[in-house]
């Protein structure tokens, strides 16, 4: 890539890392990470005015030109793979992130995003307001436009969108009822940890159980906060910890990732004011699997609804009794008659 200049046209309100990150972002039609071009200003190849800077932090006046000497230091570019966009129009856009994936960009400027994917679609840099952990899959929606921005940050900040995962989870000792309320305050710690605890803050996760299958239980959750690890932790606080969640106590699960999963989202169109619902397909490793070993692990057994079914609390299943030979068709269906009693000796026979 050859050396490039840009001139300053106006004082920057933002330090030289920064400044150059958003204008090269703009240039080359691509997201440059901050972190990259730090890096470039302290190496020596960035220069103002014609000299050589390395003050990442240096605030710009209106006038001189910086120059790129070389483009040595930022990354190939990558193609996007895999990305499944589930609603776009030219203010907002929404994609179905697959597990793994993290939102964000990270201080790894090689491990993908999804926000970069989306940037590189795009075109140009996007608002994110909301996030998934990297293990959870589904919907995440992003604002293209900053005439949508203000309005999407309102939504998420007061609480305007509501959100609607899956999760498989270990099965609690006792059996929910159909629907229940989880309101239990969450301690976020100073090194990242999440607690349930009697001074946290406020947290209500909303759970519905889809399907009882004989281990676990396929839940419906709709979180009414949005506190980290919110449903994660609620569902481990009351002993049915998600499978794959091994942070949270959960069991690894078969298909190795973490078992929830972002499927709906309905919100007010920041800009049309218009109700806007989006809804990402529920993975396969979600769906039950018989197996004919005679392991039932994950065979559904179908949910209590309806009047008497919803608070009834009942011991899960009795796991099968050991399996003896079957019987033979002789056994079960031709029984031998009983023998007849011999004749008396000088019996009449009846018969004529």
């Known amino acids: 890539m050859k050396p490039l200049s840009i001139v300053v046209r106006e004082d920057a309100a933002a330090p030289l890392d920064r400044w150059l990150a958003d204008q090269l972002s703009s240039h080359l039609k691509r997201p440059v990470a901050r972190s990259l071009t730090r890096k470039a200003i302290v190496a020596g190849v960035i220069a103002v005015g014609g000299k050589i800077v390395r003050n ?8 001189p030109s910086v120059f790129i000497r070389t483009f040595d230091w930022l990354p190939e570019e990558r193609t996007p793979s895999g990305l499944q966009i ?8 929404a994609a179905d992130k697959p597990a793994g994936l993290a939102t964000h960009e990270t201080l790894d400027v090689n491990r993908p995003s999804l926000t970069s994917q989306i ?13 998934l952990d990297a293990g959870t899959s589904g919907i995440v929606l992003m604002a293209k436009s900053a005439e949508a921005n203000p309005g999407l940050a309102r939504s998420f900040a007061g609480r305007d969108v509501r959100k609607t995962y899956t999760a498989l989870v270990g099965r609690p000792p006792i059996d929910w009822p159909t629907d229940m309320s989880i309101n239990t305050p969450i301690q976020i710690g100073k090194n990242g940890s999440v607690k349930v605890a009697s001074d946290g803050v406020e947290a209500l996760t909303k759970v519905r159980v889809i399907e009882r299958r004989f281990s676990t239980l396929l839940i419906q959750a709709k979180p009414a906060t949005g506190r980290k690890h919110q449903i ?7 002993g049915a910890p998600i499978m794959g969640d091994v942070r949270y106590g959960g069991k690894a699960s078969e298909s190795g990732r973490l078992m929830l999963h972002a499927e709906r989202i309905e919100i007010t169109h920041p800009v049309t004011g218009k109700t806007l619902t989006i809804s990402s397909p529920r993975p396969a490793v979600f769906s039950p699997r018989v197996f ?11 949910s209590r609804s309806g009047p008497g079914g919803a608070g009834r609390r009942s011991a899960p299943p009795a796991p099968d009794p050991p399996r003896s030979a079957a ?4 056994n079960v269906d031709r029984r031998e008659p009983p023998p007849r009693r011999p004749a008396r000796a000088g019996a009449r026979d009846s018969r004529r």
């Open 86 to 93: 589930l609603f776009e129009d030219e203010w907002l856009i």
């Open 56 to 63: 990442a932090d240096l605030m710009l006046r209106k006038g």
């Open 327 to 330: 019987p033979t068709k002789m």
């Open 292 to 302: 004919v070993d005679g392991d039932r692990r994950d065979v559904t057994r179908p």
């Open 119 to 131: 940037e590189k679609h795009v075109g140009h840099r996007v608002f994110v307001h909301h996030r």
């Open 232 to 238: 994660r932790v609620h569902l481990a606080s009351v």
